[in-house]
Structure formats: structure tokens, C-alpha cells
């Protein structure tokens, strides 16, 4: 906004805040006299102490002259008080909110740049609304998690690199790595290397490098399972035991896809949804979640409980790459499923062979 005495960036995301925050405060100090005309204020604060420190901080930098005249520039980054957390809701801190908002209504822009960046923040509170009435307001990001988001954050990464993505590469690793966005950007990076003079990062490159952390649902025994090969299942279960690995993100990783394949069965079998070579249609999945997407009451975070929740092309992939079984078969299998994990409880020592006795019975 034109005339405002400060910025203000603000999201669910710290490290999306943090990104946007440094590129704006590079931008906001570049004609900067020399590195003493610019001053980093630490806002992250784990107690009512901290953020009284934070503030008066704040108070000494923007009222600083600079060693050589001219503007100085002050950034209060990570401030994380403005949330719905103790710290947040305690009487002290929401004074010393109080005092921020007082410090910030009298600072001269022409003397000081000031840039403030948060994540959490609670929008309901009255700070967020003033500072979006009367400073340089960007809210950044949906809620954690969001796909919105997290392509925003691969793609701009990537614009970065100089590379791009085709086809199905980019749900792919977002599906992958899951909503960490560090880890989102750091793949990115790994990929632009990896791609090299191509500059295109195709599905191929992250099926081949990329290591699946988002919610175990890549692990090679659940593929070769849910493909119905039983001789690459003990392989595969063999490999995983052999690295030194445990039967629990195995087993949860086939409990979580089952039950995403018996909701996508239910809605093919039902003729709510269609399934092509381009995965489940999204007019009918958009039309599926309206009718029975309030069935799920409060259930909305992302879970396998909720197909809802999931990314519509990890579906379309999973049910592409399974040999679809019957409704019964796949309920059985989580019945399977629950057993097996009764039997490793007795047998906590055999965990390779009860999990290997389990894909024979489901499998042969």
C-alpha cells in the first residue's frame, strides 16, 4: 500500500514467510549505505520473557541512527507471538503486541525501512487486522500443507534453478516428499543438478532420486504388493530387513493404501467416478467429494481415512498401478493387516517371516 510505514509478511508457513521475507528485505536494502545501515532483529520467542527481549530490540534498532547518516533498515523476522499458542494468548505478551503496534505507528519511513515477518499468525486477533490496514501487507501460502503452496514452492525454486517441470513430475514429488517445504526445495535443487543442461525435470528423474518421505506410502514392499506379485513382495520385504528396517512402517504403509483403494473402488464400482489413462476423472471427484465429503464430519487434515484429503493424481496413480481386487479382498486385507500386526507382537523377533507369511496368504 502506497504511504505505509512498514511491511508486513505473514502465512502458516515459516520457511515460505522466510523465503519471501529475505528476498523482500535484499530488495528493500539494496541502495543501503554499507552493512551497518542494516540491523536483523531475532522475533522468535519461546516465553513471555523472549518476547519482551524481542521487542525492546526491536525499539533500540529502529531508533538507531546510522554510524554515517543516511537510512537505516531493520527486519523483525520470525516473530512467532502472533499465534494461537500460550505464549501468544498470555496477558504479557498481548501487551507487548500492544507496544509493537505503538513502535511501528511511529516509525518515519524517509529514516528507517522496516520489514516484519510471522508465521504462525492467528488472524482472528486485532494485530494482523491493523497491520493489513496499515502497512505493506502480503499474506503468503495457504494453510500447511496446502497444494496451492507447495507448488508455488517447487515452481519458484525451480524458476530459480532455470529448469521446469513436464507431464507429472511435479505432483509426483510433491506426493514424494509430501509437505515438508525445506525438503521440497532442497529436492528441487538436487534435481536441477541431476537434470543438468536438459533443464527438465521429468517423472522419470524424480521416481529415480527422489526418496519418498511422505507418509511411507512409496515403500517398495507396498508396490509390489498392491501389484499383486508375490515373489517381488518377499524380495522386496527381504531388502527392507536386510537394510536394518522395522515391520511397523511397512505394514502401516499397506493399511494406509488398502484403505485408499477400497474409497477409489467404492466410487468406481458406484459410477461416481471414472478411471482413464490419465488417472480418476476430476469432475467426478469434485462431484463425490460434494455429495459425501461432509460424511467425514471434522476429519480434514490429510489422512488416508478421508480420500478427500489426497492429492486426486496420487490417486489416479495408485489405482492405475494396483490390479484392482475386489471390495472383499481389499477388506480382508485389512483384516490381515490387523492381525498380522497381533502376530509380530508375539513374535517381535520374527517380524520379516510373519510379514512374509501374511503376503502368502493374501497373495497366493
Known amino acids: 500500500m502506497s504511504g505505509a510505514r512498514f511491511t508486513f509478511i505473514c502465512g502458516s508457513d515459516d520457511f515460505v514467510v522466510g523465503r519471501l521475507g529475505k528476498e523482500r528485505f535484499a530488495t528493500l536494502a539494496a541502495d ?28 533500540d534498532a529502529v531508533q538507531t541512527l546510522g554510524l554515517f547518516g543516511g537510512r537505516r533498515y531493520v527486519w523483525l523476522k520470525d516473530v512467532n507471538f502472533l499465534a494461537d499458542s500460550v505464549t501468544g494468548r498470555a496477558e504479557s505478551t498481548l501487551k507487548q503486541v500492544e507496544e509493537l503496534k505503538t513502535i511501528l505507528s511511529g516509525i518515519d519511513p524517509e529514516q528507517v525501512g522496516v520489514l516484519v515477518t510471522a508465521a504462525p499468525v ?24 496446502d497444494e496451492a503452496t507447495l507448488q508455488q514452492v517447487a515452481l519458484g525454486e525451480a524458476k530459480v534453478q532455470g529448469v521446469t517441470f513436464e507431464g507429472d513430475a511435479l505432483p509426483l514429488l510433491i506426493a514424494k516428499v509430501g509437505a515438508n517445504t525445506r525438503l521440497l526445495v532442497e529436492e528441487v535443487r538436487k534435481l536441477a543438478a541431476y537434470v543438468g543442461e536438459t533443464a527438465v525435470i521429468t517423472e522419470a528423474a524424480v521416481a529415480d532420486i527422489v526418496v519418498s518421505t511422505a507418509e511411507g506410502d512409496f515403500f517398495e514392499a507396498a508396490e509390489a504388493f498392491f501389484s499383486g506379485n508375490l515373489q517381488w513382495t518377499i524380495d522386496a520385504l527381504h531388502r527392507h530387513f536386510f ?13 494406509n493404501r488398502n484403505r485408499l483403494l477400497i474409497q477409489v473402488k467404492m466410487l468406481i464400482d458406484a459410477g461416481e467416478v471414472r478411471l482413464g489413462p490419465g488417472g480418476l476423472d476430476k469432475a467426478g471427484f469434485g462431484r ?13 487434515e490429510k489422512t488416508a481415512c478421508n480420500i478427500f484429503t489426497q492429492n486426486l493424481w ?18 480382508d ?27 502368502v496368504r493374501c497373495l497366493s
Do not use: H
Open 314 to 331: 496420487y490417486l489416479g496413480k495408485l489405482a492405475s498401478s494396483s490390479k484392482m481386487p475386489s471390495l472383499k479382498r481389499m477388506i
Open 122 to 145: 492467528d488472524r482472528r486477533r486485532s494485530f494482523p487486522k491493523w497491520a493489513e490496514g496499515n502497512s505493506d501487507f502480503t499474506l503468503c501460502g495457504g494453510e500447511p500443507g
Open 333 to 359: 486385507n485389512q483384516q490381515e493387516f490387523y492381525a498380522t500386526f497381533q502376530r509380530m507382537l508375539d513374535r517381535p523377533s520374527e517380524q520379516e517371516e510373519v510379514l512374509r507369511e501374511m503376503a
Open 288 to 300: 463425490a467429494q460434494q455429495a459425501y465429503g461432509k460424511a467425514y464430519g471434522d476429519l480434514t
Open 32 to 59: 543501503a549505505a554499507d552493512d551497518f545501515s542494516r540491523e536483523i532483529v531475532n522475533g522468535f520467542a519461546a516465553n513471555v520473557a523472549e518476547v519482551e527481549a524481542s521487542v525492546n530490540r526491536f525499539r
Open 243 to 255: 537394510a536394518g528396517g522395522d515391520a511397523r512402517p511397512i505394514l502401516c504403509s499397506l493399511q
